[in-house]
């Protein structure tokens, strides 16, 4: 059984429309991942608007969604106002909370509907829209172990994973793997020492076919923008090698960050992935791009 990936919103922050970023894409997260019939939405950024219409247009068109939301940002709850499927009535599509208790993402984005934000109310959609959640950090959903992890963002932010006959998708976005402010980044001063990686994060992506993964910035940028939740795509890649990841997808790219920079951290990850891991394959994720595991 194939697992498909398609990529439909890859910018982080804002929607970012414009000829300087028609490449890599401007719309915020979202992520599809289907293994067989079983289709998981990983966030619902304005790429979501995109998702939705393919979805109602495919034959046969499917009947059940999950969608998992990182949190509540803004970019990655904004689109779900415009997902033609949440209007269907032949729909059912099941929200994810990470406890019993946290009902968050299913209340901030019915919240994002009322009236001061939007001329349609949650209420109104036809589909039927649940609640669930995640006991002790994972579940199993039409076969496939879905895990999620906590990442280090302000406010809180989680990772899922998901799991099949042995493929591995990883989707981790809004984190920050660098060390904390107040330690020394890069760790010895020195740009080609390893960096420091968590465990937690390590053992979450061990062994991924696909890491999906927070690099909105190079280093110096990061330099700029410590603790603002979002890593350097050199610590991304450092993360990939230690956890013997083989594919890396660099994602949530900048609203400021051009095509043409965004090349620009490809290739500065290519090259240290061939220094650190010779097999860790190193790519941005780009809107529209579809893989197959
Ligand atoms: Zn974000
Ligand atoms: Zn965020």
């Known amino acids: 059984m ?17 000829s300087w970023t028609r490449i890599y894409g401007g719309n915020t997260s ?34 059940e ?20 499927p ?3 009535k032949d729909m059912r599509i099941r929200v994810y909370g990470n406890s019993k208790d946290d ?10 509907m009322s009236s001061d934000h939007f001329p349609v109310s949650f209420g109104e959609l036809g589909a039927e829209i649940d609640f669930d959640y995640f006991e002790g950090g994972e579940k199993i959903i039409d076969g496939v172990l879905v895990r999620t992890f906590a990442l280090n963002h302000p ?10 006959h042995g493929t591995k998708i990883v989707y981790a976005t809004d984190t920050e793997l660098e060390p904390r402010p ?32 927070d690099a909105q910035y190079d280093d110096a940028q990061y330099a700029t923008r410590r603790g603002w939740g979002h890593s350097s795509c050199l610590s991304a890649v450092d993360l990939a090698a230690k956890a013997g990841v083989k594919k890396l997808a660099l994602f949530h790219h900048d609203p400021e960050s051009s095509d043409l920079h965004i090349d620009s951290l490809v290739n500065q990850s290519a090259a240290r992935a061939a220094r650190r891991d010779p097999n860790l394959i190193v790519f941005g994720a780009r809107e529209g791009l579809e893989l197959t595991l």
Do not use: N
């Open 2 to 18: 194939d697992t498909h990936i398609r990529f439909w919103g890859t910018r982080g922050s804002i929607p970012t429309p414009g």
């Open 30 to 63: 979202c992520v599809e991942v289907r293994f067989g019939a079983t289709l998981f939405i990983c966030d619902a950024g304005s790429g979501i608007r995109e998702l939705g219409k393919d979805i109602i247009a495919r034959d046969p068109r499917p009947t």
């Open 65 to 84: 969604l999950h969608l998992f939301i990182s949190h509540t940002h803004w970019d990655h709850i904004q689109g779900f106002p415009f997902f033609m």
């Open 86 to 88: 949440a209007y269907s």
């Open 103 to 112: 009902d968050s993402r299913y209340r901030l984005l019915s919240g994002q």
């Open 155 to 164: 406010g809180g932010c989680f990772g899922y994973s998901f799991e099949k």
């Open 182 to 213: 107040g330690e020394k980044f890069p760790p010895d001063g020195s740009d080609e020492a390893l960096r420091y990686v968590s465990e937690p994060m390590v053992h979450a992506v061990r062994g991924a076919d696909l890491l999906i993964m």
